[in-house]
């Protein structure tokens, strides 16, 4: 989906999230997709982890929640960086939540794809800052971290 751009899929996929959140006990009020950095949104176009919140959010009922965190540090992608401590370092500082929305809500995060998870800890640090009272991460795929 992502980088084919085939965002039909969308639906597809976010439905294999949907079925896990209606067999796992997760404790969220909105979902909040994975912001992309400004520019890398102009070069691909769509934000892969919007789409499949969007899905979620129309399969669930619960609201999506974009604009309140963002990148504002462009990274390379997660993919290319060789170990886990790369990773973090790569992400770390690179999210911050602008307003207060998150405060006292349970957040499920969602991305499409987890390596190591230093993306997601870096999104639940700065919501968490923000005040929101718990933070989940809900992944379309797991792929093994080198």
């Avoid at 085939?6 to 209606?22: E, K, M, N, T």
């Avoid at 911050?96 to 870096?122: F, N, P, Q, Y």
Wanted: a positive charge; glycine letters at 8%.
């Amino acid at each position: 989906m992502k980088y084919r751009n085939v965002r039909s899929l969308s639906p597809y996929l976010a439905g294999f999230l949907s079925d896990y959140i209606g067999s796992h006990d997760l404790h969220g009020e909105m979902l909040l997709p994975v912001p992309l950095h400004p520019r890398r949104l102009r070069q691909r176009g769509y934000n892969q982890s919007a789409l499949l919140a969007k899905e979620l959010g129309r399969r669930t009922g619960l609201p999506v929640t974009e604009g309140c965190l963002i990148r504002v540090r462009q990274a390379q992608p997660q993919v290319r960086a060789a170990h886990l401590e790369e990773r973090r370092r790569n992400v770390a500082d690179a999210f911050v939540c602008l307003d207060d929305r998150v405060r006292g809500k349970g957040v499920i995060v969602i991305d499409d794809v987890c390596t190591s998870g230093a993306t997601l800890e870096a999104c639940a640090t700065a919501l968490k800052n923000s005040g929101a009272a718990s933070v989940w991460g809900l992944t379309l795929a797991r792929e093994k971290h080198r």
